[in-house]
């Protein structure tokens, strides 16, 4: 099954920032046998606006990205065991769906480039 490296990136250029974001069945393919395809795309999208959400609020990128991509972790392994049952209740805000979401604690700054880093990258 196909899966994403990674679900997000920031790139800032001139004090402008594009977050490049993935969702739905372009992050992760879908397992049909298990009927698990539509949920995860409404999930990984509600994700991602929620990135979006944060960035519009002033969070970092690396809390962005770290955020993000622990989502990203916990979508691959969401069950009606580890999602809050009230589905009438989820929102954008992750807390709304999952029961429990990690910490991330692998390194992101990989996923965030700018007019800095990008100066001192080799051509």
């Known amino acids: 099954m196909y899966s994403a490296e990674y679900a997000a990136k920031i790139m800032e250029r001139q004090g402008k920032r594009l977050i490049i974001g993935l969702a739905g069945d372009g992050l992760m ?6 009927g698990t395809g539509a949920a995860r795309g409404f999930l990984s999208c509600m994700d991602l606006m929620w990135m979006i959400k944060q960035h519009q ?8 990205l770290e ?3 622990a989502l990203y972790q916990i979508l691959h392994q969401t069950s009606n065991e580890n ?6 209740a989820f929102t954008m805000n992750p807390k709304s769906r999952y029961k429990l979401i990690p910490k991330y604690s692998e390194d992101v700054s ?14």
């Open 29 to 34: 393919e879908p397992f049909w046998p298990l």
């Open 67 to 69: 955020e993000r991509m």
């Open 83 to 88: 999602m809050n049952k009230k589905h009438s």
């Open 57 to 64: 609020s002033g969070t970092e990128p690396k809390e962005l």
């Open 110 to 123: 990989y996923l965030y480039e700018n007019d800095e880093k990008r100066k001192t990258e080799p051509r």
